[in-house]
């Protein structure tokens, strides 16, 4: 089969960078699932150091306007620019490759690999991007050490609790220092007190790395960190 001259591999911006280019542009979004509309004319932007949280009842379209994000879904029409990256002009390498470079992921099970300790499981993204063995170790060290998880970096997942493992979740998906931060229900499955402590951390990564973060919630202490609330109803978004 002929290649198809609309995709490319490699997540070239689409034009020079510039100070005030958004990290993610949603332009015209629209996303069904056989005869069920998810995502309706979806137009949304994020800048660098911005806190967003995204609120919506169960079914309004919060999860799939993430996973277009994040390059796991495609919408039916309309573009999806992270980075500067045409997430719709890639193929299957390419959008791996714009979510090693620029996307990092926090997600509210943790999603951690079972079989590697706290320190591999931060380092993993790195190895993916082939980042020199001593720069690893460096930026683990030091990452693990920001995360207040130095003494915990030989122990696996089941040796962690839920405050410590969203703290590795959190390092992991810094550590390759993106531009874009989705966080879905990150403090989902703590409790109160821990939860406030990652909102801490994340509301700091943010201010010192410079990242945009994309939050979705259901939380009103979580949507209070944030600059800006977006409501997602019925596929639509509203802001406050």
Do not use: W
Request: charged share 20%; net charge negative.
């Amino acid at each position: 089969m002929p290649a198809d001259p609309t995709r490319s591999h490699s997540p070239s911006p689409s034009s020079e960078p510039h100070s005030t280019a958004p990290v993610l542009a949603v332009s015209g979004a629209f996303k069904s699932y056989g005869e069920r509309p998810i995502l309706r004319n979806v137009y949304f932007t994020m800048h660098a150091s911005e806190r967003v949280a995204l609120l919506g009842p169960s079914g309004s379209g919060k999860t799939t306007l993430l996973n277009c994000i994040g390059g796991v879904d495609r919408p039916d029409s309309g573009e999806v620019l992270v980075a500067g990256c045409k997430l719709h002009a890639l193929d299957a390498d390419g959008l791996a490759e714009v979510r090693r470079k620029h996307l990092g992921m926090v997600f509210q099970f943790f999603h951690l690999l079972p079989t590697l300790t706290a320190a591999e499981n931060v380092e993993l993204p790195l190895q993916l991007l082939g980042i020199p063995t001593n720069e690893r170790e460096t930026r683990v060290r030091s990452l693990l050490e920001r995360v207040g998880l130095t003494q915990r970096a030989g122990a696996l997942p089941s040796e962690l609790s839920g405050g410590e493992m969203q703290r590795v979740a959190i390092a992991r998906a810094i550590v390759h220092r993106p531009a874009l931060l989705l966080a879905d229900e990150p403090t989902g499955n703590l409790d109160s007190q821990t939860g406030v402590a990652i909102l801490d951390l994340l509301e700091e990564v943010v201010r010192e790395t410079g990242a945009a973060l994309l939050m979705v919630t259901h939380s009103k202490e979580a949507a209070a960190r944030c600059q800006r609330v977006v409501h997602m109803k019925d596929g639509a978004l509203t802001e406050s």
